[in-house]
Structures are given as C-alpha cells and as structure tokens.
C-alpha cells in the first residue's frame, strides 16, 4: 500500500506541471496580439478618430481636398453632405465622410490659374 500515496503524489504533481505549460503556450498570442494593438489597431483608430474630428469642425467657405483628389470650396453643410464648389458656378453634392483633409485657403485659385 506503500506505491499507491506515491503515485497519487506523482500524479498531481503531473497535473500542476501541465496547468503551467497550458498557460505558457497562451504567452506568444498574448504577445502578438499585444503587438497587433500597439503596431497596427491603436494607430488606426487615432487616425480615425482625428478625421473624424476635422470633419466636424469643416465650415462653409473652408476649402478641403477630397480622397479623389477634387479640390473645392465648401458652399453648403449639412449633416452627412455637403456642397462643394470645385469652379464658378461649378457645385458637387459629395459625402462629408470622403473630404481627405483641409487645404490653404487660395489653394483653389492657384489650381484654377494653373489651367
């Protein structure tokens, strides 16, 4: 009877041996998925997030570039669209979420002169 309190004892040692190696084989995922997030995620939603905030603050007569590269002045906001003049008399309805960024006001009198 003296084997079997020494096999019990082996035995829960093989258990807490295996419950350690399990948690160190979740260690290389929690480091990518910590690298994802710090390389990859967090950096997209900064950036997102200052679009987001230039969108808000666009006003009319502010001239912005949108991701296709039009360059206009902003004649009309509403809450999703907005006016875009791009030349005299010469509107675009365009989504407000598509403007890339501001430009230098007289930006668009410098594209226009260059024709």
């Known amino acids: ?6 096999a019990y ?4 040692a093989a258990h ?6 399990n ?7 929690i480091v990518i998925f910590a690298l994802f997030w710090f390389l990859l995620i967090r950096p997209q939603q900064k950036k997102a997030k200052l679009h987001n ?5 666009l006003e009319k007569g502010d001239e912005v570039i949108t991701n296709s590269g039009i360059i206009g002045k902003i004649a009309k906001i509403n809450d999703q669209f907005m006016l875009l003049e791009v030349a005299n008399n010469v509107t675009l309805t365009i989504q407000k979420s598509t403007v890339g960024g501001k430009v230098e006001t007289g930006t668009l009198d410098k594209a226009q002169q260059n024709k």
Request: aromatic share 10%; no cysteine; charged share 5%.
């Open 16 to 21: 807490s041996n295996t419950a350690g190696f």
């Open 23 to 29: 948690m160190m084989q979740f260690a290389p995922m």
């Open 9 to 12: 004892a082996a035995e829960t």
């Open 1 to 6: 009877m003296s084997l079997f309190p020494s």
């Open 53 to 57: 905030q230039m969108i808000a603050s």
